[in-house]
């Protein structure tokens, strides 16, 4: 279904992690539009995120960045190839995989030195 559509509209008033539905989107080539929320524990702030952040409360200022997330045709198709690469670079399972091991392998050799 998802590759009838240019967008993922995720306007997240809460949450805690990482978003499985910004990394699903992503993953079928949508652009990401959402709130502060929504880019918890893929980005560290909206300059290194792959889509729109609009940060206002405001319900007409997040229909406003929707329109204009339509409307760019350019900036939507660089913003959907760095999804892609936000995807192989941090989230791939080989990457994640290798990241968590060395992460441990560091705990452990921690906890043998103490």
């Given at each position: 279904?998802?590759?009838r559509?240019?967008?993922l ?23 990401v539009?959402?709130s502060?929320?929504?880019i ?17 409360q ?5 229909a406003?960045?929707v ?11 660089v ?26 392998e560091a705990?452990w050799?921690?906890?043998l030195?103490?």
């Open positions: 279904a998802m590759q559509h240019l967008l509209v995720a306007p997240l008033r809460y949450g805690a992690g990482v978003k499985g539905k910004v990394l699903e989107a992503f993953q079928h080539g949508l652009v539009v959402t502060p929320v929504g918890e524990g893929i980005a560290e702030g909206s300059d290194g995120f792959p889509g729109y952040v609009a940060t206002a405001d319900p007409e200022e997040f406003r960045v329109v204009q997330a339509l409307q760019d045709e350019q900036r939507w198709e913003l959907q190839k760095d999804g892609f690469s936000l995807m192989a670079r941090d989230f791939d399972e080989k990457e994640v995989r290798r990241k968590l091991r060395e992460f441990l705990r050799s921690n906890l030195e103490d």
